[in-house]
């Protein structure tokens, strides 16, 4: 079969993921339950289904995300554990999300943060996110300095524990603008990577276009005061979104990680040859709230990556959709010298800090290098 790159890692996916809801729903079920209010989500393995479409798709690694009330820490580990080779997880206070969902605990900063510090102290999770913890409630009306206090704990544990966080603000009605947000937290921790999930354009923002992927490139190609340890995942991206990261001198090949919403249940592949954009992902109110089937998300995405391969050149699609990833949260790869390095025009002045791209400590293989 032909593979797209030399190491293909999906950095977003859902594998305990959501068919229906645990108890009957009040009224429409959306198929997005996420707040405490909404209840808890009976959590499904798909993992079968999953190994089947990474062989069929080339996919050598998926990155693994908890999210909605019902899926735990502790489920994505099991999957680590038993498919060390495959899988990666994440961890958010998942266990506080379902108590508070069955009315046995009220969300507070503190019981978030001890949750989450608990399952970076095994070494085993990657990064805090899918969503940054806060408190769900939908009657909560957030101002932006107690957001980005909330945040700073987050962000001060992904800088002891040397892993990632997600930014998914973006998502939230608040009165003030969230990417302002983004820009404070990647100046005061520059050295914390910071994943913007989907790269801002998430489930129904087909309606925006490219606006978001815009607002997300403006921070991440910040040449003053942070920006460089932004990550913009493009998942659900079609082909044209990539052309503008990679058209930004600031932005490029360097700070994009290929990745999706692989598993997540509640959303539909829409194509509109024609239209902006050419094809989204989103939940549709006028259909089945969850598919009947699973969506082909790998399918849909290496098409747009074929597109996306007339505007550069292997070496540097090699990092998007691999190397990036495989750098920043120290994954295992077959062999050294697999990954562009050296290369002023790509990484600037720095270029040095890239040699070797890949340490040895992170080779599976280093006996077999020539």
Same mark, same amino acid.
């Given at each position: ?17 959501? @068919?229906?809801? %645990? ?8 198929? /997005?339950?996420? &707040?405490?209010?909404? *209840? =808890?989500? $009976? ?39 038993? @498919?060390?080779? %495959? ?8 266990? /506080?999300?379902? &108590?508070?969902?069955? *009315? =046995?605990? $009220? ?264």
């Amino acid at each position: 079969m032909h593979y797209e790159a030399r190491y293909v890692i999906d950095t977003h996916g859902h594998i305990t993921t959501l @068919y229906q809801p %645990k108890d009957k729903p009040k009224g429409f079920w959306s198929g /997005l339950p996420a &707040a405490p209010d909404e *209840g =808890e989500v $009976k959590p499904y393995d798909n993992s079968a289904l999953c190994l089947y479409d990474m062989e069929r798709y080339g996919i050598d690694m998926l990155l693994l995300k908890p999210s909605v009330v019902g899926t735990t820490n502790e489920k994505q580990m099991e999957l680590v554990e038993k @498919y060390p080779d %495959k899988f990666r997880s994440f961890c958010c206070d998942q266990k /506080l999300k379902i &108590a508070c969902a069955r *009315g =046995e605990a $009220k969300w507070t900063l503190q019981a978030a943060a001890d949750e989450i510090e608990a399952a970076l102290q095994t070494g085993t999770y990657i990064g805090i996110g899918e969503f940054v913890p806060r408190d769900w409630d939908r009657q909560k009306v957030y101002g932006f300095k107690e957001r980005l206090d909330e945040y700073r704990v987050f962000c001060e544990l992904a800088q002891k524990y040397e892993v990632s966080i997600d930014f998914h603000d973006f998502t939230w009605p608040y009165e003030w603008d969230p990417w302002t947000l983004l820009k404070r937290l990647a100046g005061e921790f520059s050295k914390v990577p910071i994943i913007i999930c989907h790269g801002g354009h998430s489930i129904g923002h087909y309606t925006l276009d490219d606006r978001n992927i815009r607002s997300a490139l403006e921070v991440a190609g910040m040449a003053i005061g942070g920006g460089a340890n932004l990550f913009l995942e493009t998942g659900t991206w079609p082909a044209e979104y990539f052309k503008l990261a990679l058209d930004d001198p600031n932005v490029g090949p360097t700070q994009l990680l290929w990745g999706g919403d692989y598993g997540h249940v509640p959303q539909y592949i829409v194509s509109q040859p024609g239209k902006k954009p050419s094809s989204f992902s989103s939940a549709m109110k006028r259909w089945p709230a969850v598919p009947g089937y699973q969506i082909d998300w790998w399918g849909w995405a290496i098409h747009q990556i074929h597109k996306v391969r007339d505007l550069i050149s292997q070496d540097e699609l090699n990092l998007i959709m691999g190397g990036n990833a495989a750098r920043l949260w120290k994954l295992p790869v077959p062999y050294e010298r697999m990954f562009m390095e050296g290369r002023p025009d790509i990484w600037g002045i720095h270029y040095q800090d890239f040699m070797p791209f890949i340490p040895k400590d992170q080779v599976k293989n280093p006996d077999k290098e020539e």
